[in-house]
């Protein structure tokens, strides 16, 4: 609506709806919109399209942000971060007095990480030692690299690993506070309890 504050998220699906947000505001369908980036590839995008930009710092609470997830669950339990963006997509979302996610039937999953790894960003120093200790919770953990094996790394300048679960997490309250209390490990892509709604569309219409 007019004179909202959005957190704009990052990955394919939001890079459409920012595009369809950019193009809103052009056409005067939309005003006073202004907008928090969580990537540079979204703040790219958004100048681009002259969406207006803020800090958070200025504007601490946002009305709204959308993002899409590599996976949702029945609680509405997400993993995301696998578009490499996920310690600023939630610091952006707690922010937030709703967070709209939009995926396609694809994401949705009954145990979070069936079907995709959870992403982990940790600091570059004895990153091997992380990844180490990442292995002992269950999981086959993995330091993410480039193709051309060069490391993956985030806006932040940190790494990032790859956890893949081979039945899903069994536990991710527990997981996502090991993980919290890890020294060397800056976030992880579990986002728990962050969802207002999610909006799934499938080959038979959106829900």
């Known amino acids: 609506q007019d004179g909202m504050v959005l957190g704009l998220g990052t990955g394919r699906t939001t890079a459409s709806f920012i595009e369809l947000l950019g193009l809103r505001i052009k056409q005067g369908g939309l005003k006073d919109i202004r907008g928090v980036p969580t990537s540079q590839a979204t703040e790219a995008q958004a100048l681009r399209l002259g969406i207006p930009l803020v800090s958070l710092g200025d504007t601490p609470q946002l009305d709204l942000a959308v993002d899409g997830a590599d996976e949702v669950d029945p609680q509405l339990n997400l993993i995301k971060g696998l578009g490499r963006a996920l310690l600023r997509e939630k610091f952006v979302e707690v922010h937030a007095k709703k967070l ?26 004895e990153y091997q030692a992380t990844i180490n200790w990442l292995n002992t919770l269950g999981c086959q953990a993995e330091f993410w690299t480039e193709p051309d094996g060069a ?28 993980l919290a209390n890890r020294p060397g490990i800056v976030e992880h892509g579990l986002f728990l309890d962050m969802a207002s709604e999610v909006v799934v569309a499938g080959i038979h219409g959106i829900q």
Do not use: H, M, S
Not at 152 to 176: H, M, S, W
């Open 151 to 178: 490391p993956v790394i985030t806006d932040n300048g940190n790494y990032l690993a790859r956890c893949y679960f081979k039945e899903g997490i069994p536990n991710v309250c527990a997981l996502a506070q090991a």
């Open 100 to 125: 709209l996610i939009v995926v396609d039937e694809g994401k949705l999953v009954n145990r979070l990480g069936e079907k995709v790894p959870l992403p982990v960003e940790i600091i570059r120093f």
